[in-house]
């Protein structure tokens, strides 16, 4: 019967040392730029997208395509980047 609480304490542990990490998360956030600056944006570790910027240069209806193709480049660029800090965060808690 004691192996029972004892398992109901680590899942216990675990959700705490879960909400602990996105906590962490959320407080990580980086910040790209696509290759010439056209594209600004910041997001956080929990890979929510916090601000966007777009240069009123390429605001044109004719840039649609290129901003769109910008847009998805600066985010995989983000996205690396939070995958590297997660990565490093895990390691770091748990002592990899």
Do not use: C, W
Request: charged share 30%; net charge positive.
């Amino acid at each position: 019967m004691g192996n029972i609480f004892d398992n109901l304490k680590q899942i216990g542990q675990l959700r705490q040392q879960a909400a602990q990490f996105e906590k962490i998360l959320r407080s990580k956030t980086v910040e790209v730029s696509s290759p010439k600056g056209e594209i600004k944006m910041r997001v956080n570790g929990k890979m929510e997208l916090i601000n966007v910027e777009i240069s009123s240069d390429v605001l044109r209806p004719e840039n649609k395509s290129y901003i769109e193709k910008l847009f998805k480049n600066t985010f995989f660029s983000a996205k690396k980047e939070i995958e590297r800090i997660i990565s490093s965060e895990m390691k770091s808690q748990i002592g990899l």
